[in-house]
């Protein structure tokens, strides 16, 4: 790493190991910040896991569901009966705190389930279908909350990373190099003027 091209005086290595102190203690937090995203990533990562899981599992529940119902009531029913049922739902935007940030995301608040058609021409079989895609609705809905965040938060896990890199490998290594000059460049003048008044001196005294 090369140094910084400036002049060897007493108040730029005082400058310089202030830099370095401030860039060695700035490294060290960031790393700490960068851990810590790092555990809140992997955590969140485990729960997207699960729920994928779980999502896996209402789709291998519902569909088959539907099918049934399809060959049970038919498709003209299951439309029928598909134009009374609506549901709302409220989509907010919220801030969560992890690892003392702040990160905005989607939260949706799934709307209570109704009874929008009537038992005349339905059975318990339409009823267990609309259930389990209403299940399969509220966990896709938890699922884009918690991608929103593990999405924001490994995007700051990469910057963290970068800037971590940047004092690591250039900014610091930059300021050792610049500190070490300066000190090698002033004990040398040191020694220069050393060598000058002793020369001088012997040579007042010889007059």
């Given amino acids: 790493m090369a140094r910084l091209n400036i002049a060897p005086t007493k108040s730029n290595l005082l400058a310089m190991k202030e830099q370095l102190a401030v860039s060695t203690n700035g490294y060290e937090l960031l790393e700490e910040k960068r851990e810590i995203l790092v555990r809140e990533l992997m955590h969140l990562v485990e729960r997207v896991k699960l729920l994928e899981k779980d999502i896996d599992e209402a789709v291998a529940k519902a569909y088959p569901a539907f099918k049934r119902m399809l060959m049970i009531d038919g498709a003209d029913q299951i439309e029928r009966i598909s134009h009374a049922v609506h549901y709302d739902f409220d989509f907010t935007e919220k801030r969560v705190n992890i690892g003392g940030m702040s990160f905005p995301t989607i939260d949706v608040i799934m709307p209570e389930k109704e009874l929008f058609y009537s038992f005349v021409g339905t059975d318990a079989n339409m009823d267990a279908t609309i259930n389990s895609f209403f299940e399969l609705l509220l966990l896709l809905t938890q699922m884009a909350s918690i991608r929103t965040i593990v999405w924001r938060l490994a995007e700051e ?34 020694r220069e003027n050393v060598f000058v008044l002793k020369a001088l001196k012997k040579k007042n005294s010889k007059n």
């Fill in 157 to 190: 896990v990469r910057k963290t990373q970068r800037r971590v890199n940047a004092l690591d490998k250039m900014i610091i290594p930059q300021a050792r190099e610049t500190k070490a000059y300066i000190e090698s460049a002033l004990e040398e003048r040191d």
